[in-house]
Every structure is written in structure tokens, then in C-alpha cells.
């Protein structure tokens, strides 16, 4: 593969070109619905070109969805996006449905290979157990509620010191060696929230409604024990994670509050404030690893390269194809991703980046899922490429460590370069109870649907508050603290999928631990394990990438004890 071609698999079932609304791809549906299997080789041939099919309406979808993130104010690309969501999505969920049915009720189903297709058909099976015709119009209603957050959030910005700038931007100010700047940048942003609280209280409410509804008519008490089987959470389950958020508030909380108080013994102050957690205390100013969205990438595939050559030409790939669109502007949706092309092979990378370190963690981050597109885009059906998220984020967050020991490229000395490594693993160590907070802030949400939003902010402020509330004193800033929650879009946008970041971080700690042991053997089984793409269950794929599906407490303080390690090697005392 040179630096700039991507090959696209020649279609077999549909058109080269063909315009995707439900006229022009609705025979294509028929024709899998009523073809007549009567052999192995047929079923093979029946299940390729359903992947080719659903390749082509995933990439459709990603795109309409890519477009609008991009630009949230352009209500074309709103009404295309919607369109899809409305007159194709809720076809698409019948003819799944009858679809898998017709895989399950083959007579040559068993003669496939177990070892390939024994994920495959458990998830047909989950699917078809999960379905409710009822539920399509809800999905679709979701689908749109869901997208609002992208657009509320997207049009918020502040001004400081009288220039605009997104919150993302902004927040760069919480970096500075000046607190009065820091308070101010910081209020500014909290007030700018608080602004749309209720109208996203108000959204919330309406997504939870659904959610419990989707539930109720799939035969469950709640949400939570609906989406667990949805997420195909067949490795563990609800209990497992509360014994991992008990876990992560006895090994990790601690660890994070005698680091804060440590923090605020060096800045001459009895306690931190909620602006006081992001500068460097060393009173350096904050690093600036690029200056914009080019030389980040840029610099990101000579890190990549360095790494493995081959690594750093698929972001090549993707710079020469502008599947990247980097840089923070107002109109653009919150966060950032990495959208696979399921047709394409290739994945597009989307962020919000104000030029700090944090964005060259959320890079490389989506680099790693980049890479995790790239080396499973061969697998022979479309659905094989479904990675769980516990897989997924195993790529990406490996990645964010991996890369550290090739940061130079965006460090011109060793003192910035450790103080950055330094930044990468106390965010790494934040990232746990943060985690467990958003996730048992769920698990309280949809096992109590009918609360009220008096109720959501007291049950966020006392989940919080067990995880540390961010080890800063809040006394000034009560409403702030009970809005927090608003600012992770995961609540909206992709309901329970956060605990997998936990998970994953874990693995991801795991990871880094063998790769500073043997590098080359450390990146084989990572690229290993990622080829899999789901084709293994979750244990087998940690296994193969050389690391244990574990987050038991003892696990847990081994590698807390390992990070701690490495963190004071490049902390200045």
C-alpha cells in the first residue's frame, strides 16, 4: 500500500454506483429475504454479499453523520442525516431481524467453521432475542433527540478578553501560571454551560423516557440490564462493574488524593479550586506540542513511523485522502472519534484540537482506532469488523502510552518532553474514577427513570464526591458541580458506553508495561490481537494481545503500582 492509494473492493452485489434511499436499495433486501439457500457454498456466498450491502449503507450513514459534525449549523446536511435516520434506519432494523432469523434457521449453518462464525451467530442470536418491531420508531426518535446534544453543544463559545473561542479553545486559558486568568476562563465556560442546563436537563429527560421504553417493550425492568445485553456484555456484567468501581475508589481515589493535596501544598494553598487542576505547577507556561491541526498530523505519522513505518503510513493514507478534520471552530460538534468506512477499509478522524497536549493524547488516541480499521478492513465478513468497545478502546488507549516514547518528534528538550509524558500519566490515572463516576451515574439514572432533575443533580453530587469530586473544593461553585455531568456527550449520544475506557485503560497499562519490557514482541501481539477484529471473544483478544481480561482489585493495584513507578520517573521533584 503506497502513501496515498486506498483500494476499494470491487462491489459483487450492488452497483458500482448507486444513490442510497430505500427505492434503489429495497430489492437488494428482497432479493437476500427470498434467494433460495441450498448449500454451504451458497450460504457463503448469501452472507458476503449481505456484509457487501451493509458496508455500503454503514459508510452512507457514516458520512451523513461525519458532514453534520462537522458543520452543525448547515440544515442540509441536518436533513440528510435525518433523512437516512428516518426512511432507511427503521428498514433496516426489520430486514436485519428477518435476515438474522433466516442465518439461525439454516440448515448449513453448522457446517461452518465454528472457530470463525461462533461469535457471529452468538450475536445474530442476541439480536434476534432483543428485537421488538415496536422499538424501530423509537430508535428513530432517538436517533434524531440524540443528535441535538452535537448541535446545542456545538454552538456554545465564550469570549475572553474580547476574542471567541470555542469552550475547547478556552479551556487552554485553565492552563495558564496566572489564577486570576484561570478563575475567570473557567467561570466564563461554567456560565456558558449553565446557559443550556435546562434545555439539556429537558433533552435528557426525553432520552431516558425512550430508553426505559425501548426496555419495557424488550421485556426488562430497566435500561441498564437491556443495553448490557445489547452491548454484548456477555464477559461480565452489572455486579462486576460496581465490584469495579469499589475497586477503583480503594486503590485509585486514594493514590489521587495524596497527589492533590501534594498539588496544593506546591501552589502555597490549603485547597484546590476546580481551575487549579490543569497548570503545570512548576510554573513552566503550558506546552504547545504543534501549532495547528496540519502539523499535528503531520508530526503524528512520523511518531507513528518511528513506532512501526507502516503504522505511520496509514495516517499518511488518511492526511493524503482528508479523512482528518483536526482543528477546534465554532459550529463544529463537541469531542472527537474515529469513524470507520466500512466499504472503504479506511477510517475518518474527527477532534476539536486547541493545540495542547491533551489533543495530542486524543490524536494518537484516535490513531490507534485508525490503525484498528486499517489492519481488520481484510476480514472477510463486514459484522467480523464490529469490535466490541473494550476492544476498540484497547487499541487507541494502548496507543496513547505506546507513543510516549517517541513524543520527541513534538518536543524540541527533555524537560518538555517528561513534563508532557508526566501530564499523559496523571490523566491516565484520572481517567479510572472519572470512569467509574459516569458509569455508576448510569447505573443509577436507568434503575431510577422516573427521578426528577433535583434528584439526577443530588445522586451526581454523591457518586462524585465517592470518586474524589475531582479532589478540589467546590464550596464556590455548587451549581458547576451539580452540571458536570452535561459536558460528557456519552450520556446523550452512546448510553453505557463508558466503562469500557476503564476496562481498557487497564489493558492499555498492561500493554505499556510489556512494550518499555520488549518492544517488538509487545507490538506483535497488539497488532495481533487488533486483526482479530471480533472473530474471538474479549478474553481471547487481550489474551492474544499478551495481557490479562482482568479488573479485580489485586489486579488493579499491581498496575496502579507499576504507573506510580513510571510517573515519578519523569515527575520533577
Known amino acids: 500500500m503506497n502513501n496515498t492509494a486506498i483500494q476499494k473492493k470491487t462491489r459483487c452485489f450492488l452497483p458500482a454506483t448507486i444513490e442510497i434511499n430505500w427505492n434503489n436499495i429495497h430489492p437488494y433486501f428482497e432479493d437476500l429475504v427470498k434467494r433460495n439457500i441450498s448449500s454451504v457454498s451458497d450460504l457463503n456466498k448469501w452472507m458476503l454479499d449481505r456484509s457487501e450491502l451493509e458496508a455500503v449503507l454503514e459508510e452512507d450513514f457514516a458520512w451523513r453523520y461525519i458532514k453534520m459534525t462537522c458543520n452543525t449549523t448547515d440544515e442540509e446536511i441536518l436533513k440528510s442525516f435525518e433523512d437516512f435516520a428516518t426512511n432507511i434506519e427503521p428498514q433496516l432494523a426489520t430486514y436485519s431481524n428477518i435476515l438474522n432469523q433466516k442465518i439461525v434457521d ?35 426518535a432517538l436517533q434524531l433527540a440524540q443528535q441535538q446534544y452535537g448541535s446545542i453543544a456545538g454552538a456554545m463559545s465564550v469570549t475572553i478578553e474580547g476574542q471567541e473561542y470555542t469552550l475547547e479553545q478556552a479551556s487552554n486559558f485553565l492552563k495558564d501560571q496566572d489564577r486570576n486568568i484561570r478563575k475567570s476562563a473557567y467561570e466564563n465556560i461554567q456560565q456558558r454551560r449553565l446557559q443550556d442546563r435546562q434545555q439539556l436537563d429537558e433533552l435528557f429527560n426525553k432520552l431516558i423516557e425512550l430508553r426505559h421504553q425501548v426496555a419495557a417493550n424488550a421485556g426488562f425492568d ?29 486503590e485509585v481515589v ?37 501549532a495547528n491541526g496540519n502539523e499535528l498530523i503531520d508530526k503524528t505519522i512520523l511518531c507513528f513511523k518511528k513506532i512501526n513505518p507502516e503504522l505511520g503510513n496509514y495516517l499518511a493514507i488518511m492526511k493524503a485522502n482528508n479523512l482528518v478534520d483536526l482543528d477546534a471552530r465554532k459550529g463544529k460538534a463537541p469531542g472527537g472519534y474515529n469513524y470507520p468506512l466500512a466499504e472503504t477499509g479506511a477510517p475518518f478522524i474527527f477532534m476539536n484540537s486547541a493545540n495542547s497536549v491533551r489533543d495530542l493524547t486524543t490524536m494518537v488516541h484516535e490513531g490507534g482506532h485508525a490503525i484498528h480499521t486499517f489492519v481488520s478492513s481484510n476480514l472477510l465478513l463486514n459484522d467480523f469488523k464490529h469490535t466490541p468497545s473494550e476492544v476498540a478502546e484497547l487499541a487507541s488507549m494502548s496507543m496513547e502510552l505506546i507513543s510516549m516514547n517517541h513524543w520527541d518528534v513534538f518536543f524540541d528538550n527533555e524537560a518538555d518532553l517528561k513534563s508532557a509524558k508526566a501530564e499523559q500519566l496523571k490523566d491516565t490515572l484520572k481517567t479510572l474514577p472519572w470512569v ?24 451526581w453530587e454523591n457518586i462524585f ?74 478474553k481471547e483478544i487481550y ?31
Not at 228 to 234: D, E, K
Not at 442 to 459: D, F, G, V
Not at 554 to 564: C, P, R, V, W
Open 465 to 538: 464526591d465517592r470518586f474524589g469530586a475531582n479532589f478540589v473544593d467546590w464550596t464556590n461553585y455548587p451549581a458547576q458541580k451539580q452540571n458536570l455531568w452535561q459536558k460528557q456527550l456519552h450520556l446523550f449520544e452512546v448510553p453505557f458506553y463508558y466503562i469500557e475506557y476503564a476496562i481498557a485503560q487497564l489493558g492499555a497499562i498492561a500493554i505499556y508495561r510489556n512494550y518499555l519490557a520488549n518492544p517488538e514482541k509487545t507490538l506483535q501481539q497488539y497488532l495481533a490481537a487488533l486483526k482479530l477484529g471480533y472473530t474471538k471473544s474479549m
Open 222 to 250: 430497566n435500561f441498564r440490564d437491556y443495553q448490557f445485553q445489547a452491548l454484548g456484555r456477555f464477559d461480565y456484567n452489572a455486579a462486576d462493574c460496581i465490584t469495579f468501581h469499589d475497586a477503583i475508589a480503594k
Open 254 to 290: 486514594p493514590i489521587l488524593k495524596a497527589n492533590s493535596i501534594k498539588r496544593a501544598a506546591k501552589m502555597g494553598l490549603e485547597t484546590l479550586s476546580p481551575f487549579d487542576t490543569e497548570v503545570d505547577i512548576s510554573g513552566k507556561a503550558a506546552l504547545k506540542p504543534f
Open 436 to 459: 467509574a463516576t459516569i458509569d455508576a451515574f448510569q447505573h443509577w439514572i436507568y434503575t431510577n427513570p422516573k427521578h426528577t432533575n433535583e434528584e439526577r443533580a443530588a445522586a
Open 543 to 573: 489474551e492474544t494481545a499478551g495481557i490479562e481480561f482482568n479488573f479485580s482489585a489485586a489486579y488493579i493495584k499491581e498496575l496502579m503500582h507499576f504507573l506510580t513507578t513510571e510517573l515519578q520517573k519523569v515527575t520533577e521533584e
Open 106 to 140: 439454516c440448515k448449513f449453518l453448522n457446517e461452518l467453521p465454528i472457530s470463525e462464525y461462533e461469535i457471529y451467530i452468538r450475536s445474530l442470536k442476541n439480536q434476534l432475542a432483543l428485537f421488538r418491531a415496536v422499538n424501530v420508531p423509537i430508535f428513530t
